[in-house]
């Protein structure tokens, strides 16, 4: 029971990270250091999905998994529980590349407002 439930904690880290790197941009808006976390979370999920790499979080999951007496899974986490969430067939290399072009064109506009943000705080509000 206890390696079953450190992999659900590890899917549910997972889970987090993943909304972390996609969304994290928007803590920047209102604490600026936040993007010394966001900015590498963000690029490790756009590399994973770009790769193809199976991020250590799936296969530490996979091994908690079966040292509980499960069967793991050979797909990623994205493949394995976002993807039935949002598309009927599997992942395919196509899918993986807009995921990772999602990611990068979201947290680019976000960090495009960050600093517009910041340049008109810093000019006292007035835009310029």
């Known amino acids: 029971m206890g390696y079953r439930l450190a992999a659900d904690a590890v899917l549910l880290l997972h889970g987090a990270f ?29 590399y994973v999905e770009a790769s193809g790499t199976l991020c250590p979080l799936t296969t530490w999951e996979n091994r908690l998994r079966v040292a509980a007496g499960d069967a793991g899974y050979s797909v990623s986490f994205v493949e394995r529980y976002l ?4 598309y009927p067939e599997a992942l395919t290399r196509e899918i993986q590349w807009w995921l990772a072009g999602i990611v990068l064109v979201v947290n ?12 008109r705080r810093r000019d006292g509000g007035s835009g310029r």
């Open 18 to 46: 993943i909304v972390f790197a996609v969304f994290g941009g928007l803590l920047a808006l209102r604490w600026r250091r936040a993007m010394w976390l966001h900015l590498p979370a963000a690029a490790w999920g756009i």
């Open 83 to 86: 993807l039935p969430l949002i």
């Open 108 to 119: 680019l506009l976000v960090y495009a407002a960050v600093f517009c943000y910041g340049r």
